[in-house]
Nanobody, 112 residues
């Protein structure tokens, strides 16, 4: 079955950086676009970014454009989210998603 396991979250100061990772298994990873979403405390699920099957096409939400970079390694079945210039409002649980499934999430807290 589809399994997605996120990691790399933590506590970081405003302006800092984090790199999230997502390990995929149970499906032919290279055939599917992958996504990152997030859910801030008390808010709904927000789409963050998408990457195409080969990694050549990426899209970002306006709220993270220019600060976040999505990438993938099809050989390792991994997708990444490099987050820079983090803001307090980026605090959320971040989820990796693909093939209609998502993982358990990883908490990112941006606070001084």
């Amino acid at each position: 079955q589809v399994q997605l396991v996120e990691s790399g979250g933590g506590l970081v100061q405003p302006g800092g950086s984090l790199r999230l990772s997502c390990a995929a298994s149970g499906f032919t990873f290279s055939r599917y676009s992958m996504y990152w979403l997030r859910q801030a405390p008390g808010k709904g699920l927000e789409w963050v970014s998408r990457i195409s099957t080969g990694g050549g096409s990426t899209i970002y939400a306006d709220s993270v454009k220019g600060r976040f970079t999505i990438s993938r390694d099809n050989a390792k079945k991994m997708v990444y989210l490099q987050m820079s210039s983090l803001k307090v409002e980026d605090t959320a649980v971040y989820y990796c998603s693909g093939l209609g499934s998502w993982g358990q999430g990883t908490q990112v807290t941006v606070s001084s």
